[in-house]
């Protein structure tokens, strides 16, 4: 157990708080603020028990000198002020004179935000990632300008950087804030040591990007439903024929050992939704054997059934990657319909591993159907795949 916000004593003190405010901006407008929401529990604590709170996060990426002018926090410090009802001092430096001193005039209860900590990528033209591949010196140095350090940032808990790990190899304490908090439990509920019968579903386009997570729940999971693109590779691993689908030649034995190894909990769909190519056009339906012309792009409504039956009596969901195509209007039933079918399950612990199921699951309308709605894709799926998260090992334990 890694230590929480309980096991930290914060009054007066300088709090470092590695926050995700990685925030869609368009034109310097925010298009989706709730990440910086997300945060608000864990910064109204702290200024509750009079910390001076010290938030940095990173933006996007920074590839080159100009991404600087367009991925600024300045955006965020404004939307923030107006969401934690206080004013925000934002500090448009990653380092120096101005920031420590900033940081050393701030009083209890104060906030300040400094600039996009990936500013620190590319110094005068040069890239250098002193952020991004956890540069010593600068993890070091960050450290040296707080007391404690909160770790608050899911989406990239999976990410060994300067402003995570860096910082917690440096300072004399640390935890995680409330929201990674809540990921964490939530996570162990839904893949370490969840309630029987667990069932996972996997989907999305590649074999390739969740042979970890098949891997890992094979053995934890009573059924696993696979579905999406990667359906295909298995369904031709079967000697069926997949016609223009997505296919990972190179996966295929991989693909048969899994059926074998499975001893029947690997549940694959029956039919397929097809277009005459990649398009947004009215389905043909086939079964497993699809003709020469077409490509899957989407479940068929048998296995939308099969899917449905599969999941009854479930205690235990775990879900991650899409059915379907579903940015396609005419392709994203299979994946509306799993949503439904999770969503309506009498008591259990359902839980969606972020990423493009996230989105669908939100876009669709299922917010708050499900037990919890992982906010960190990459960093979730990697739990899912076992792998311990770096930015989370690195905090102390309680
Ligand atoms: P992932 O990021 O691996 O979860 O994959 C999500 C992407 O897979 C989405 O953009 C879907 O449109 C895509 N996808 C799902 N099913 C298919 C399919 N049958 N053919 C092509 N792409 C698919």
Not at 160 to 181: D, M, R, T
Not at 185 to 208: C, N, Q, R, W, Y
Not at 323 to 336: D, I, W
Request: charged residues 25%.
């Amino acid at each position: 157990m890694k230590k929480t916000l309980k096991d930290v004593q914060v009054a007066n003190k300088t709090v470092l708080v590695r926050v995700d405010f990685n925030v869609p901006i368009k034109d310097g407008v925010i298009t989706d603020d709730n990440r910086i929401k997300a945060a608000l529990p864990t910064i109204k604590h702290l200024v509750d028990q009079g910390s001076k709170v010290v938030l940095f996060s990173h933006l996007s990426r920074i590839k080159e000198e100009a991404d600087k002018a367009k991925k600024s926090l300045a955006p965020v410090a404004k939307r923030l002020e107006e969401l934690a009802g206080q004013s925000i001092k934002f500090v448009a430096q990653t380092r120096g004179a101005e920031l420590e001193d900033a940081i050393k005039s701030l009083k209890s209860g104060e906030i300040l935000l400094f600039e996009n900590t990936r500013f620190e990528d590319v110094k005068d033209g040069e890239v250098v990632k002193y952020e991004s591949k956890n540069n010593a010196d600068l993890g070091k140095y960050w450290a040296s300008l707080g007391e404690v350090f909160v770790n608050d940032a899911f989406g990239t808990a999976h990410r060994a950087h300067a402003s995570n790990v860096g910082i917690a190899s440096n300072i004399k304490e640390s935890c995680v804030g409330f929201l990674v908090q809540k990921e964490l439990e939530m996570l162990a509920k839904g893949v370490d040591a969840p309630e029987h019968p667990f069932v996972a579903i996997i989907g999305g386009a590649k074999v390739s990007d969740k042979i970890g997570v098949i891997d890992h729940l094979l053995d934890k999971a009573d059924k696993i439903i696979i579905g999406g693109g990667m359906a295909y590779t298995f369904f031709k691993a079967q000697g069926h024929s997949i016609g223009k689908s997505l296919c990972e030649e190179d996966k295929l034995d991989l693909a048969k050992q899994y059926l074998e190894k499975s001893n029947g909990k690997i549940v694959l769909p029956i039919d397929s939704a097809n277009a005459p190519e990649f398009k947004d056009v009215e389905p043909t339906f086939s079964g497993v054997d699809l003709p020469d012309d077409v490509m899957g792009l989407d479940i068929g409504p048998k296995s939308i059934e099969l899917f449905k039956e599969t999941l009854k009596g479930a205690k235990t969901v775990a879900w991650n990657g899409p059915m379907g195509v579903f940015e396609f209007e005419n392709f994203k039933k299979g994946t509306v319909a799993v949503c439904e079918a999770i969503a309506n399950l009498d008591g259990a612990f359902t839980l969606i591993g972020g990423g493009d199921s996230a989105a669908a699951a939100i876009q669709n309308g299922f917010a708050t159907k499900f037990t919890h709605i992982s906010t960190g894709g990459g960093a979730s799926l990697e739990y899912m795949e076992g792998k311990t998260l770096p930015g989370v090992e690195a905090i102390q334990n309680a």
